[in-house]
């Protein structure tokens, strides 16, 4: 069994920033990717950033340039840093990891973006 703990989410005002962090553990033999979605109230779930064993990242078009995401594989942990938040930022956001038995979600946090 795997399970993903986040935390980070809270409230903060336009133009302000937010860490989240997210710590996989369990039985877990191999990390290939590592990640990050959002869903928005009265909208479906959307992929925001995803990071591989490797280092190597991908980014939503909404996000680029404002969020960046790392990781720590010795900590099995995922990061993602969000700065210039919008109120279009608002959603509950999913860690999600993908291990050799498949993938995993965590139970979410919410941010709230708002004045």
């Known amino acids: 069994q795997v399970q993903l703990v986040e935390s980070g989410g809270g409230l903060v005002q336009p133009g302000g920033s937010l860490r989240l962090s997210c710590v996989a553990s369990?039985?877990?033999?191999?990390?290939?990717?590592m990640g990050w979605y959002r869903q928005a109230p009265g909208k479906e779930r959307e992929l925001v950033a995803t990071?591989?064993?490797?280092?190597?990242?991908n980014y939503a078009d909404s996000v680029k340039g404002r969020f960046t995401i790392s990781g720590d594989n010795a900590k099995r942990s995922v990061y993602l840093q969000m700065n210039s938040l919008t109120p279009d930022d608002t959603a509950v956001y999913y860690c999600?990891?993908?291990?050799?038995?498949?993938?995993?979600w965590g139970q979410g946090t919410q941010v709230t973006v708002s004045s």
């Open positions: 999600n990891v993908l291990v050799d038995t498949g993938p995993y």
């Open positions: 369990g039985s877990i033999f191999s990390i290939y990717v």
């Open positions: 990071i591989t064993y490797g280092g190597n990242t």
